[in-house]
């Protein structure tokens, strides 16, 4: 059983930085595949980005170059770096882990388990 606990979102001005951090337990981040999605209302729950466990990286178009997913193994958590952000990036986000083998691709189902959401919004 995993647990994830999202936390740092907030109301920002376009153009500005958050931290989302996503807190892991059962598991340790570095073992697994991580993932963040995002869902804007009325939209479905769409892929952002991904950290597999060998700690190689996958963006969406939509936010590469301004987001950036790390990971931090001693606080067994991951991060999504979110820079110049936009108004279009107001959405509640959502880390997920894959335990299963192999490398997720960027549908929910290629994940196990969720964390509650964190909500972003940005300001025109």
């Known amino acids: 059983q995993v647990q994830l606990v999202e936390s740092g979102g907030g109301l920002v001005q376009t153009g500005g930085s958050l931290r989302l951090s996503c807190a892991a337990s059962?598991?340790?981040?570095?073992?697994?595949?991580m993932g963040w999605f995002r869902q804007a209302p009325g939209k479905e729950r769409a892929f952002v980005t991904a950290?597999?466990?060998?700690?190689?990286?996958v963006y969406a178009d939509f936010v590469k170059g301004r987001f950036t997913i790390s990971r931090d193994s001693a606080k067994n958590t991951v991060y999504l770096q979110m820079n110049n952000l936009k108004p279009e990036d107001t959405a509640v986000y959502y880390c997920?882990?894959?335990?299963?083998?192999?490398?997720?691709?960027?549908?929910?189902?290629?994940?196990?388990?969720w964390g509650q959401g964190t909500q972003v919004t940005v300001s025109s």
């Open positions: 997920a882990a894959r335990v299963r083998s192999g490398y997720p691709g960027q549908r929910e189902s290629d994940y196990d388990y």
């Open positions: 059962g598991r340790t981040v570095s073992s697994v595949s």
């Open positions: 950290l597999r466990w060998t700690g190689s990286t």
